[in-house]
């Protein structure tokens, strides 16, 4: 079991920067592929980036080039630092946590209460 408190969340103008931080407590953070989804108004949930246990990587093609996931295993808390933010980026943001090397996160996986990214034109 692993508890996930995200915090980073705000309102930024276009062209700006945000980044997400979210803490992992409870269990063994090392053990856990991590990852940043999202869900804005009327849509489903959609994977942002993921990183596994050995520090390999995912992106979604929208992000690629602009945002950039790491995580601290020292801190237990896994980061997504956002550049160049457009305003189609707007949407709540979600982490997530599924034990082994995996570059996906599941519904019935471990989630925090997210946090609201908004970003004006």
């Known amino acids: 079991q692993v508890q996930l408190v995200e915090s980073g969340g705000g309102l930024v103008q276009a062209g700006g920067s945000l980044r997400l931080s979210c803490v992992a407590s409870?269990?063994?953070?090392?053990?856990?592929?991590m990852g940043w989804y999202r869900q804005a108004p009327g849509k489903q949930r959609e994977l942002v980036a993921v990183?596994?246990?050995?520090?390999?990587?995912k992106y979604a093609e929208s992000v690629k080039g602009r945002f950039t996931i790491s995580r601290d295993n020292a801190r237990d808390t896994v980061y997504l630092q956002m550049n160049s933010l457009e305003p189609e980026d707007t949407a709540v943001y979600y982490c997530?946590?599924?034990?082994?090397?995996?570059?996906?996160?599941?519904?019935?996986?471990?989630w925090g209460q997210g946090t609201q990214v908004t970003v004006s034109s």
């Open positions: 997530g946590a599924r034990t082994g090397n995996y570059y996906y996160i599941g519904s019935g996986d471990f």
């Open positions: 409870g269990s063994t953070f090392s053990f856990y592929a």
């Open positions: 990183i596994t246990p050995y520090d390999r990587t």
